[in-house]
């Protein structure tokens, strides 16, 4: 019997044959994992909703829903999405690895499952299911860290979940792939994150920053690239959280960069910033209207600002789908 100190890790198997069920429940106990053990789809996708499970062994064919919808259940939830499910297939059925990776799987396992192979594909994926736990760990202290500095300023409130969709949307609008829509997710998240370094003296002041302050504030740039660098998941996100205050004409911060030397994402995420500044309420000012907003947006477009076509998209964006801008919609 295993100690809880050697606990490998937490196996779902689902098989509706008996006979195939218990040998893998008994050798994988043995082998110090913790199992789960049901005899159907529908009991298997509920244990992976309601526990931690580090790797799902699904048979194909079981009663109710077969092992491929549970796997593409599981890779749809994005709780679950990064769970490792392996599928365990008759060996005459060619077809089922196909349908198995068109459903998300990570492995297969064919019957009669050998001992050593099932072992040696659950000793990876348990180890795979670490790295991504730690990763998604990461991930979830940087984006709590930037929403408690959000929090900290009720004029920003709700402000990086906002600019997270707005980014994605006009990212879409303009044909951005997958990858870099989720960096736009993510940077509009954590791009003011090094703001946890100005003091709130200068945070907070309601009225404009005198020359020094400004300095401190200008800083949150690089501090903020500096606290997501150590994450490798980030490193295309780390250009967006650096560059998010630069201007077309070079008159931004921290690299004075012009033009196409700016990153496109890090354009994006600008345009929907200011736009998001505008039309909430300011310590100084009232909101604006969105034509209101509009109309400042291309007056500072014109002086050599910003990015005339993601001006042009936006506002195109803003026309077609009203509600992606509203901010009772967060
Ligand atoms: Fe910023």
Redesign the pocket.
């Known amino acids: 019997m295993s100690s809880i100190t050697s606990l490998k890790g937490i196996i779902l198997v689902a098989d509706d044959n008996e006979s195939v069920r218990e040998p893998l429940i008994e050798l994988l106990r043995l082998n110090c994992y913790r199992v789960i053990a049901v005899e159907n789809g529908e009991q298997a996708f509920r244990e992976v909703c309601s526990q931690p499970v580090d790797l799902v062994l699904l048979d194909v064919m079981m009663p109710g829903p077969t092992g491929f919808s549970v796997c593409r259940a599981i890779k749809a939830r994005p709780e679950t999405r990064f769970l490792p499910v392996v599928l365990i297939t008759g060996l005459s059925c060619a077809d089922d690895r196909i349908r198995g990776i068109e459903a998300g799987a990570d492995d297969f396992l064919h019957k009669p499952v050998k001992k050593e192979e099932l072992l040696a594909r659950v000793r990876s994926l348990v180890r795979l299911k670490r790295y991504t736990d730690e990763l998604e760990n990461a991930e979830s202290v940087l984006c709590t860290l930037a929403r408690s500095i959000e929090a900290k300023d009720p004029y920003t409130e709700g402000h990086c979940d906002r600019l997270s969709r707005y980014t994605v949307s006009l990212a879409e609008k303009i044909g951005l792939s997958g990858e870099q829509r989720n960096d736009l997710r993510r940077g509009g998240i954590v791009?003011?994150i090094g703001k946890v370094a100005v003091p709130e003296f200068v945070l907070l002041k309601p009225g404009p920053l005198d020359a020094a302050e400004r300095k401190i504030m200008k800083e949150?740039?690089i501090v903020g690239e500096r606290i997501c660098a150590p994450l490798k998941s980030f490193r295309n996100v780390l250009p967006i959280i650096r560059l998010?205050?630069e201007k077309q004409d070079g008159s931004g911060y921290p690299d004075h960069l012009k033009g196409v030397e700016i990153p496109i994402t890090a354009c994006i995420l600008q345009t929907v910033d200011i736009y998001d500044s505008l039309t909430t309420d300011r310590p100084y000012r009232k909101a604006l209207s969105k034509e209101k907003a509009l109309e400042i947006m291309w007056e500072e477009t014109r002086r050599g600002w910003w990015d005339a076509d993601l001006v042009s998209a936006l506002e195109g964006l803003l026309a077609e789908s009203p509600l992606v801008f509203s901010a009772a919609s967060v």
Do not use: I, K, P
């Open positions: 791009h003011d949150h740039t998010h205050h």
